[in-house]
Each structure stands twice: as C-alpha cells, then as structure tokens.
C-alpha cells in the first residue's frame, strides 16, 4: 500500500530526476515543454501552459524608450506574458477542438495558442499571480467569489470547446523573487488515464491538492533558475553573434571599396556547405554539420575570416595606384613635370633677352615640352600597374628619374617631429637652397624599418617571410612594381591580415563549441599544392569546411564591384578564372564541381551581382574537363 512517505520518496527521486534533465537541456522550447510535462505528470493535470515574463524596454543613458503607458492594475513597468506551451490531454485524445490547433509530435498545443503577448495584468489569474508573486489553487474557476481582483476569461474554453475547472497557478521565482514566468495547471484527473469532456470534467477531476501544489513550487522555482539560464545562455550567444557581426562590418565600413566582403563571404560559404552535406554519394557522402552549434560555428569562422584586417592600414587595402599612400602622390610629380616645363619657358624668354634665334628657342621649347608631357604621360601610365611593368620600363623609368629640378623652399617645415627628424638625418633635406634633385627617387627617409615587435611571431608555424623594412614609400621603388600596385612591404601587409587573424582567434577562450573558428576563418589562403600561406598547409591538413572557405573567398573577391584597383569580373568570367584555380590545385576540384553542378554560382549570383554581370556560363565545359581530369 502507497504511503504518503512513498509518495513523498517517489517524488523526491522524480524531481532529482528532473533537475538533472532541466540541466542538459538548451533549447527553451524543448525546456518548457519539459517542465510542463513532468508538472502534469507529478499532479495527473490534464492540461497546463507555461507563460513566461517579457520586459518592455528599459531606460537607457537617461532617455525613456517609447511604450505605451500601462493601464490600470498591469504592471507599472509594461511588461507583457507570453503565452510560450500549452499541452492538454484530453484535446490531444481527439476529442475537441483540432481544427483550431496543431498537435506536435511532443504532445504540445501551438498555433493560435501559444506564441501568443497580453499586458501583465491582475485582472487575469496568470496575471495576478506574476504580479504578486503568490500562487492561486482554485478548485472551480466558474465559480469564483465576483468581490475578488481576479477573474476566469472563458474564452478559450469556448473556442477550443473545453471545460476547465481546477486550476493551480504558480509562480516561476527567482532566488532574488524576481518572477520570471507562470507555470498554469489544469483539471487534476482523478484518474490519470480518464479523457475529459466538457460534460464530465467535473465529475471526473478535482481540485488540487496542498502536497501537489508544494510539489509544483519546487518544479517551479527550479523551472525559474534553468529558464533564466538558458535566457541568460541564449543572450549571450545572441550578444557573442552580434558583436562578431559588428566587427565585421566594421572591417567592411573601413574601406568603402571592400564593404560587405565579410558579409557576402559567409553566404556563399553556406550555400556551398549546404550543398556539400545535401550530397548522398561521392566525395561529400560523409560530410555534414551534425548539431546546430556546428553549423554556427562555421558561419562564425566565414564571418571572422577577416578580422585581422582591423590592422591593415586603409592606404593599403585602398591602394589602385603604384604612387598612393594616403594620397595619390603622382600630384607631386606633376607639378615637378609642371617646374620643369617653367623652368623651358624661362630659358626661352632669356634667350630672347641675349638675341638668340627665335625659331631656334621656339622649336627647342616645343620639343621640350613635349619630350615632358610624353615622359609624365608614361609615368601615370605606370602609376596604374594595370600591365606587367618589364625591365626595359624600369630602364626608361630611371631615365626620366634622373633629371634634375631645383627646390627653392624648405622641404622640412611644416612637418611633424618625427617625420622633420628622419628627413633632417638624411641630406639633401635641410641642406642649403636651391638645391638640385632628381625628378624621381628613393629616399632614406622613404623606407621604414620593421620594429622587433613587428617581426613574425614564432610558435604558430607561420612560413610567410616578412621583408627587411616595414614600408618603402621610395617613388622609383614603387613605380617599378612589375604586376599590380603593391610592393613587397605592401603586399606582405595584405597578407599579414591572416596571421593577425588567427592570433586574435587563437587567442580568445572560446568554447568547445566555438574551437574549430579559428581554423575555419584562418585556411582560406591556403592551398591544396601547399603554396598557400600563412602555414603552406597540403590538402591532407585542410577540412572539407577549410576549402569550402577558399573557394567562397575567391569566387566573392572576383565577382566583387567594390574594388578600386580592379573592375568586376562577369559571372562567367569569374567561373573560368576560379576553373583556373582548379587546374593550379589551388582549390578543391570537387567542390568546384559541385559549385557548378548545383548551381552555386548562380544562386549567389541572383542574390548579390549586379544584373549587368549574371551572363551564362558553359558548365559542360568545366564539368568535361573535370571528367577527363578523373579518368586519367
């Protein structure tokens, strides 16, 4: 025979139980569900709902946000309940109501029940007992005492075709006795089997016992502490994710001609790792995101894959001319050309003066002239670094270098301290005017040395060699560049972004669910053949993940409108140039199948290019070079 100590045992173990289950569960919903569940079936309730707590905004720095003001017996503060899982037994059974509700596989009411916000008021019992705090154990909700602050709405009764009678309300409390939500018990069943219908639900269930109301109490409370948890887990993953998604546009709002790079890259990632895990057979048979939180974790990696750019100055990721630094210095060299041209000029009205020839000084300044505007005509033509700049140019380049003009002024005022001190360390600057310089040159002053701290840091298994000087600004050293806009120094900086990037990532206690986001963001430059960097890693130490990046990080920066130093590249341009990746064993060739084969390309294409760039590609091209590349 049952003693009230075997009862009191039983559910003592039930509750320890419980407490265990609540504390392995992250998901809020399956939570509550649970919670709700395990209350029934402590009580043998045929139905219950949890409403949980929502705050209205808050002050912030002393500015009232807008709401509406609170009416009579709500709560003062504007609060509202949400009206987040309702089961009901009986309902469930088929009895009433199913064509206005929608029954899970967990047992759970949804639709127009749930998901559902009303003001916190007294007026209402769940109201009431969120507002006080107290619970309210009624053995008959129609026939509550009219004198009292609260009352039964039985419009849900009505709609769902239902009979509610007793009802224990209980507050979900914190230690603090902040009241975080309600948990709401329906119709204690006689017999826990039993199906109520409105015409026996009072004959057949009962009021709620005291034993049972402690009971739910515990639950409750216990229910306030883990809901709190994982709200408190939920705001931080929401906070975590918001300032991942705030640095990266911070990175892409750094420059204007990168913006959105770190926004797009992800996108694409993900629609070429959907892809890859929708696969059955062949390479990605096996590959799939088991959990949620690793699908998260990617999409952090993609989001961060840049971040080390924070470090990179704008005068370089800007860079479209050989001559820009934080300007376009070829304005300098202009107005040199500018002297020059002056200087013919004046050399021509003293030669009127002394009564020289007239024609001859005529025809000696137009061919000055023009020898100068065809000199600083090949001079901005270089600037651009749009062609491989060959040997023969560098030679031609330090041909017209080697003029000489005359500075009149002193070329140390004006400056600050520390730029006044290198120049003055160096002569001619400071030297007595006028006084001669070349048209071009290379400068001591140009080239900034590389500090200890700005060496490569050990440890990581970098392999990416840091020239001698930090910078070099010199004017010849820079019109020499052979392919591009970027020298050494600079490039070096460029790539430098992704060692920075994974220190700062490497650096942070993340979570074992977030371990895998530094790899994810910091293997986009490396390559299959090894020759990628910052580690030169081979294809045996890359993941499926880590070359999805690559890919996505290349197709973006092709297809991109942004760039000032290069114009968009149109769909089917991009697709051969990435193809060409394939066949250099950059990329992984079986996810530039895929990429076809799905039409990834396209997709992300639609969503982000410029209508002007989507023209048709000839998949069957590539994807017949991949066969052939296979067979053989």
Same mark, same amino acid.
């Given at each position: 025979? &049952?003693?009230?100590?075997?009862?009191?045992?039983?559910?003592?173990?039930?509750?320890?139980?419980?407490?265990?289950?609540?504390?392995?569960?992250?998901?809020?919903?399956?939570?509550?569900?649970?919670?709700?569940?395990?209350?029934?079936?402590?009580?043998?309730?045929?139905?219950?709902?949890?409403?949980?707590?929502?705050?209205?905004?808050?002050?912030?720095?002393?500015?009232?946000?807008?709401?509406?003001?609170?009416?009579?017996?709500?709560?003062?503060?504007?609060?509202?309940?949400?009206?987040?899982?309702?089961?009901?037994?009986?309902?469930?059974?088929?009895?009433?109501?199913?064509?206005?509700?929608?029954?899970?596989?967990?047992?759970?009411?949804?639709?127009?029940?749930?998901?559902?916000?009303?003001?916190?008021?007294?007026?209402?019992?769940?109201?009431?007992?969120?507002?006080?705090?107290?619970?309210?154990?009624?053995?008959?909700?129609?026939?509550? !005492?009219?004198?009292?602050?609260?009352?039964?709405?039985?419009?849900?009764?009505?709609?769902?075709?239902?009979?509610?009678?007793?009802?224990?309300?209980?507050?979900?409390?914190?230690?603090? *006795?902040?009241?975080?939500?309600?948990?709401?018990?329906?119709?204690?069943?006689?017999?826990?089997?039993?199906?109520? =219908?409105?015409?026996?639900?009072?004959?057949?269930?009962?009021?709620?016992?005291?034993?049972?109301?402690?009971?739910?109490?515990?639950?409750?409370?216990?229910?306030?502490?883990?809901?709190?948890?994982?709200?408190?887990?939920?705001?931080?993953?929401?906070?975590?994710?918001?300032?991942?998604?705030?640095?990266?546009?911070?990175?892409?709002?750094?420059? &204007?001609?990168?913006?959105?790079?770190?926004?797009?890259?992800?996108?694409?990632?993900?629609?070429?790792?959907?892809?890859?895990?929708?696969? !059955?057979?062949?390479?990605?048979?096996?590959?799939?995101?088991?959990?949620?939180?690793?699908?998260?974790?990617?999409?952090?990696?993609?989001?961060?894959?840049?971040?080390?750019?924070?470090?990179?100055?704008?005068?370089?990721?800007?860079?479209?001319?050989?001559?820009?630094?934080?300007?376009?210095?070829?304005?300098?060299?202009?107005?040199?050309?500018?002297?020059?041209?002056?200087?013919?000029?004046?050399?021509?009205?003293?030669?009127?003066?002394?009564?020289?020839?007239?024609?001859?000084?005529?025809?000696?300044?137009?061919?000055?002239?023009?020898?100068?505007?065809?000199?600083?005509?090949?001079?901005?033509?270089?600037?651009? *670094?749009?062609?491989?700049?060959?040997?023969?140019?560098?030679?031609?380049?330090?041909?017209?270098?080697?003029?000489?003009?005359?500075?009149?002024?002193?070329?140390?005022?004006?400056?600050?301290?520390? &730029?006044?001190?290198?120049?003055?360390?160096?002569?001619?600057?400071?030297?007595?005017?006028?006084?001669?310089?070349?048209?071009?040159?290379?400068?001591?002053?140009?080239?900034?040395?590389?500090?200890?701290?700005?060496?490569?840091?050990?440890?990581?298994?970098?392999?990416?060699?840091?020239?001698?000087?930090?910078?070099?600004?010199?004017?010849?050293?820079?019109?020499?560049?052979?392919?591009?806009?970027?020298?050494?120094?600079?490039?070096?900086?460029?790539?430098?972004?992704?060692?920075?990037?994974?220190?700062?990532?490497?650096?942070?206690?993340?979570?074992?669910?977030?371990?895998?986001?530094?790899?994810?963001?910091? =293997?986009?430059?490396?390559?299959?053949?090894?020759?990628?960097?910052?580690?030169?890693?081979?294809?045996?130490?890359?993941?499926?993940?880590?070359?999805?990046?690559?890919?996505?990080?290349?197709?973006?920066?092709?297809?991109?409108? !942004?760039?000032?130093?290069?114009?968009?590249?149109?769909?089917?341009?991009?697709?051969?140039?990435? +193809?060409?990746?394939?066949?250099?064993?950059?990329?992984?060739?079986?996810?530039?199948?895929?990429?076809?084969?799905?039409?990834?390309?396209?997709?992300?294409?639609?969503?982000?290019?410029?209508?002007?760039?989507?023209?048709?590609?000839?998949? +069957?091209?590539?994807?017949?070079?991949?066969?052939?590349?296979?067979?053989?």
């Amino acid at each position: 025979m &049952e003693t009230k100590s075997t009862r009191s045992h039983e559910n003592l173990l039930e509750l320890l139980e419980i407490s265990a289950a609540i504390g392995g569960e992250g998901d809020l919903l399956a939570l509550l569900e649970l919670i709700l569940r395990k209350a029934r079936d402590l009580t043998s309730a045929d139905a219950g709902s949890i409403f949980l707590v929502e705050k209205a905004p808050r002050r912030r720095f002393g500015v009232d946000q807008d709401q509406d003001p609170p009416l009579n017996g709500q709560s003062p503060t504007g609060d509202t309940l949400w009206f987040a899982v309702s089961q009901n037994a009986s309902l469930e059974a088929g009895k009433a109501g199913l064509t206005r509700i929608d029954v899970s596989e967990h047992h759970a009411i949804h639709s127009q029940l749930v998901d559902i916000r009303f003001p916190i008021s007294e007026e209402r019992l769940v109201g009431w007992s969120a507002l006080t705090g107290e619970a309210l154990n009624i053995p008959d909700v129609y026939e509550l !005492d009219p004198a009292l602050p609260y009352r039964f709405d039985d419009a849900m009764d009505k709609k769902l075709g239902y009979r509610a009678v007793s009802m224990l309300t209980v507050p979900m409390r914190l230690m603090s *006795g902040e009241v975080v939500g309600v948990l709401q018990l329906i119709n204690r069943k006689n017999n826990s089997s039993e199906v109520l =219908t409105p015409e026996n639900a009072r004959e057949k269930s009962g009021p709620f016992e005291s034993f049972d109301q402690a009971l739910v109490e515990a639950l409750a409370s216990l229910a306030a502490v883990s809901v709190e948890r994982t709200k408190l887990l939920d705001g931080q993953q929401a906070l975590l994710d918001s300032i991942i998604a705030l640095m990266a546009g911070a990175i892409d709002a750094k420059s &204007e001609y990168t913006g959105g790079h770190c926004a797009r890259v992800p996108e694409l990632a993900m629609l070429l790792a959907q892809a890859a895990e929708a696969e !059955d057979e062949g390479p990605f048979a096996n590959f799939s995101f088991d959990t949620p939180e690793a699908w998260r974790e990617f999409r952090i990696g993609a989001w961060l894959h840049d971040c080390g750019k924070l470090t990179t100055p704008e005068h370089i990721v800007d860079k479209a001319t050989k001559l820009e630094t934080r300007w376009n210095r070829i304005h300098e060299i202009r107005t040199r050309f500018e002297v020059l041209l002056r200087d013919a000029q004046i050399k021509r009205l003293e030669g009127l003066l002394a009564g020289e020839n007239p024609e001859v000084l005529d025809k000696a300044l137009a061919d000055r002239e023009s020898e100068l505007r065809e000199q600083f005509a090949f001079i901005a033509e270089s600037n651009l *670094g749009a062609e491989k700049f060959d040997q023969q140019s560098v030679e031609g380049l330090k041909k017209i270098a080697n003029q000489s003009w005359q500075r009149h002024f002193d070329d140390t005022l004006g400056l600050a301290w520390e &730029e006044r001190e290198l120049r003055t360390s160096h002569p001619p600057s400071g030297t007595a005017l006028p006084a001669e310089e070349k048209l071009l040159s290379d400068q001591p002053w140009h080239r900034v040395p590389r500090s200890v701290s700005q060496k490569v840091k050990e440890g990581y298994g970098f392999k990416l060699n840091a020239p001698e000087n930090l910078a070099n600004f010199g004017e010849i050293h820079n019109l020499s560049i052979d392919r591009g806009t970027l020298t050494d120094e600079e490039r070096f900086k460029i790539n430098d972004h992704i060692i920075q990037t994974i220190q700062m990532l490497e650096s942070l206690p993340l979570p074992s669910s977030l371990w895998r986001v530094p790899e994810y963001a910091g =293997t986009h430059h490396e390559a299959l053949t090894g020759k990628g960097y910052p580690r030169g890693l081979k294809a045996e130490a890359l993941s499926i993940p880590s070359r999805i990046m690559a890919i996505a990080d290349i197709f973006e920066a092709l297809t991109a409108a !942004d760039r000032p130093y290069k114009k968009a590249k149109s769909l089917s341009e991009a697709v051969d140039i990435l +193809s060409g990746f394939r066949d250099r064993g950059h990329i992984d060739p079986d996810l530039f199948t895929l990429f076809l084969e799905r039409g990834i390309y396209r997709i992300y294409a639609e969503q982000f290019l410029d209508p002007s760039q989507i023209d048709e590609v000839d998949v +069957s091209r590539y994807l017949d070079a991949a066969a052939q590349r296979r067979a053989s």
